[in-house]
């Protein structure tokens, strides 16, 4: 059975390539190193999504973002309309850095990214020292797990471990927006 962890447990697995969960605003959600190939697919094998979705990073700040985004492409406008959200649940869809890889964009030249106001969530990234995958804790159709007791009934020794902590208070996991243009892909 996965084990309960801490924040900085949590971040040296994924230091060393595992997959935990974590709680985020609304849901737990699965992170891992988004650099690291095996984690990435490992992650998504255990969700059963396909690489070609794309996922989302989540981050404690910009500045942690900013080698998989491609700032100089965002408009002075643009980017104060991101910032005017962050930190906070709202997901943007920003043009990639071309160094991102694949496993990561999938068959976008976008990247879904987050600066997160989950205190937890948060604190993950500054102990893990970048960005991590936040996808939601579930397998692809079933409802997002939100406690770590229904991560572990859903996925149980296919994560490495539940990082401690309480989701948000958020009912809908994070709205989704074009950076560029506003468009809604999830609200």
Same mark, same amino acid.
Request: aromatic share 0%; net charge positive; with cysteine.
């Given at each position: 059975? +996965? @084990?309960? %962890?801490? *924040? +900085?447990?949590? =971040?040296a697995l994924m230091a060393k390539g595992g997959v935990v969960a974590y709680p985020t605003e609304a849901v737990f959600g699965l992170g891992c190193d988004p650099s690291n190939e095996e984690a990435v697919s490992r992650l998504l094998d255990i969700k059963q999504r396909p690489v070609e979705k794309g996922l989302i990073l989540i981050a404690a700040n910009y500045g942690q973002l900013l080698p998989f985004v491609n700032d100089s492409a965002l408009p002075d406008a643009r980017r104060e309309a991101v910032m005017a959200r962050w930190p906070g649940p709202t997901t943007w869809v920003m043009p990639a850095q071309p160094s991102v890889p694949g496993w990561v964009t999938g068959q976008f030249d976008t990247l879904a990214v987050r600066v997160t106001d989950h205190a937890i969530a =948060?604190? %993950?990234c500054r102990a893990f020292g970048g960005p991590v995958v936040s996808t939601s804790a579930n397998l692809t159709g079933? !409802? !997002?797990?939100? +406690? &770590?007791d229904e991560v %572990? =009934? &859903?996925l149980g020794d296919l994560v490495d471990g539940v990082v401690m902590g309480d *989701?948000?208070? @958020?009912?809908d996991p994070s709205m989704i927006l074009d950076a560029m243009t506003d468009q809604v892909f999830r609200t």
């Open positions: 059975m +996965s @084990r309960m %962890l801490t *924040v +900085s447990e949590g =971040a =948060a604190d %993950l079933q !409802p !997002p797990c939100r +406690s &770590a %572990l =009934a &859903a *989701v948000g208070g @958020r009912k």
